[in-house]
């Protein structure tokens, strides 16, 4: 049984924060992103953050260490948008299984220099597939609701590569998060279960999706229910949600998943809802707060947080999640 399932088991595990939030305190300019080897490169490449664990690893390295140092037990592979899918807006499909290679061994690193320094308290990494900029169930266009940008199988391909490359750089696990078309989603799903019979792999599988709105329902119309019903027929690690909404807005709908499934549940809200310029304005202190009603009805087993969340908010976090005992599991039903 691996590390990750034992420690799973036994306490609430803290996943890390946000990635982006902590990416902008940097300021890196084109100049940065691009860094020598992409220096004559022929489209702007700032904003592709995944690049930077190309041009700027030691930053990637830092923040990694900095969520670890905080508490967090998993940080997230900088791959969210590591798909060809999305970096086709780059015109890097070709960097694909690089990126994802080179993240996925730059957290490892850092994992495995910390869990040496602490062998009872190990580190773990999940290598994060984001949704990807396109949707399989709905149609982009008004005035064709049939048409459809992408299809099951270009998605399954592409998900594959990624997931092809996070296992060899060494994550321990792989999270497949930010779901808005569970569409999407199945085709990650189904990528991993292909590559996990080829392989004769046994690595453990998170999911994660969002619930978009007040409405309680993700992009592509699924309540919470629905959503878990959905993907229940694949052996999963956890389900849960990510992003969207602040931790508050949040509790209803993982009661409805924590009260209908036997495996973990995550949890990663935003620091509240954005202002009016889109910044996220919840201090660690209010954001743990509200999370510590998730801990008092045992909602969850995993906890961490998702856009605008830096190291103390985690760091509040993780000494509140310490205090209280992981939601029960049936240990039958946890795959890895």
Do not use: W
Not at 23 to 39: A, N
Not at 132 to 158: C, Q, Y
Not at 172 to 193: G, Q
Not at 258 to 274: C, D, F, H, K, Q
Request: proline share 5%.
């Amino acid at each position: 049984m691996s590390a990750f399932i034992e420690a799973l088991k036994k306490r609430i595990l803290v996943l890390d924060g946000a990635m982006g939030t902590m990416l902008q305190q940097y300021q890196f300019t084109e100049e940065d992103f691009r860094g020598k080897r992409f220096k004559d490169f022929h489209k702007p490449l700032k904003g592709n953050n995944d690049l930077l664990s190309i041009t700027q690893p030691e930053a990637i390295a830092e923040i990694h260490r900095k969520y670890f140092n905080a508490g967090a037990d998993i940080v997230e592979t900088n791959t969210f948008s590591g798909t060809t899918v999305a970096m086709a807006d780059y015109d890097m499909e070709d960097l694909v299984y690089e990126l994802n290679f080179e993240s996925a061994k730059i957290a490892k690193e850092v994992a495995a220099e910390l869990t040496k320094n602490e062998p009872d308290k190990p580190r773990f990494v999940a290598g994060a597939m984001g949704p990807t900029n396109k949707t399989a169930s709905l149609s982009p266009d008004v005035n064709d609701p049939g048409f459809r940008a992408i299809s099951f199988d270009e998605l399954r391909i592409a998900y594959k590569q990624q997931a092809e490359a996070l296992v060899d750089g060494g994550v321990d696990i792989l999270l497949v998060e930010t779901i808005f078309d569970t569409l999407n989603a199945k085709a990650a799903l189904f990528a991993i279960e292909e590559l996990k019979e080829e392989r004769n792999l046994d690595i453990p599988v998170m999911v994660s999706g969002t619930i978009t709105d007040a409405s309680g329902r993700t992009l592509s119309g699924q309540t919470a229910e629905a959503f878990l019903i959905s993907i229940s027929h694949i052996p999963l690690v956890s389900v849960g949600f990510n992003c969207a909404l602040g931790a508050k807005q949040l509790t209803p709908h993982l009661e409805v998943i924590a009260n209908r499934t036997e495996i973990a549940v995550s949890a990663y809200p935003n620091a509240g809802l954005p202002n009016a310029f889109g910044e996220y304005d919840e201090s660690p202190a209010q954001m743990a707060l509200q999370i510590e009603e998730y801990l008092d009805k045992k909602l969850i087993n995993i906890i961490g947080g998702c856009c605008g969340t830096t190291p103390p908010h985690i760091e509040a976090i993780a000494e509140l999640a310490a205090k209280y005992e992981p939601r029960p599991l049936e240990l039958n039903q946890i795959n890895a």
